[in-house]
């Protein structure tokens, strides 16, 4: 999904959009399939003013309104 794909989704669903939240759906957009931690990091090495749990609630939100899927990956031993 394109940045401006979850930017569209956003908006439809009431949301603003701060340059918080463009910034982490082009970190999404661009690294398709990483882990919430990556993403994470990915986000802080653009913008380290940007804290982990306003990653994360975007990501919630992201979820919660269809954009993005969670995949728990269990580890077997």
Known sequence: MSNEQIITA???SGMRITKQRRLVADV???NDGSSCKDICCNVKK???SIGTATVY???RVLEEIGVI????IVKLK
């Open 57 to 59: 609630r975007m990501i």
């Open 46 to 48: 653009k913008d380290d």
């Open 10 to 12: 956003l908006k439809s």
């Open 69 to 72: 899927d969670r995949i728990d």
């Open 28 to 30: 999404i957009a661009e």
